[in-house]
């Protein structure tokens, strides 16, 4: 069972850069991409960026795109998310989990959720 633990969210202002860290043990590998998620208070989980072990190609909501990179290590253990130039719509608690693209959604393969690690971008 894998199980994602999120970490390097804190308190930055608008402009700061951050690095989120995730750490999945278990079979992560047996997963054919790990995907970063973002929840504010009241909403569902909302897609940010994934990466495809098989080739490393990234995806990103358009949003985030040219100021958020995700990497992963090459033991596919862990995951990071590089956030430049961060908004204060950027706030929020952050997620990392094995994905799947279902469609056009990229969808969490796990029943749940890691601690995950909160993000706050004041301006």
């Known amino acids: 069972q894998v199980q994602p633990v999120e970490s390097g969210g804190g308190l930055v202002q608008t402009g700061d850069s951050l690095r989120l860290s995730c750490a999945a043990s278990g079979h992560s590998s047996v997963f054919s991409a790990m995907g970063w998620f973002r929840q504010t208070p009241g909403k569902e989980h909302e897609w940010m960026a994934s990466?495809?072990?098989?080739?490393?190609?990234?995806y990103y909501v358009d949003f985030v795109k040219g100021r958020f990179t995700v990497s992963g290590d090459n033991a596919q253990t862990a995951v990071y998310l590089q956030m430049d130039n961060l908004k204060s719509d950027d706030s929020g608690r952050y997620f990392c989990?094995?994905?799947?693209?279902?469609?056009?959604?990229?969808?969490?393969?796990?029943?749940?959720w890691g601690p995950g690690t909160q993000v706050t971008v004041s301006s």
């Open positions: 990466i495809s072990w098989e080739d490393g190609s990234t």
């Open positions: 989990a094995p994905v799947a693209l279902l469609g056009t959604t990229w969808t969490n393969l796990l029943n749940s």
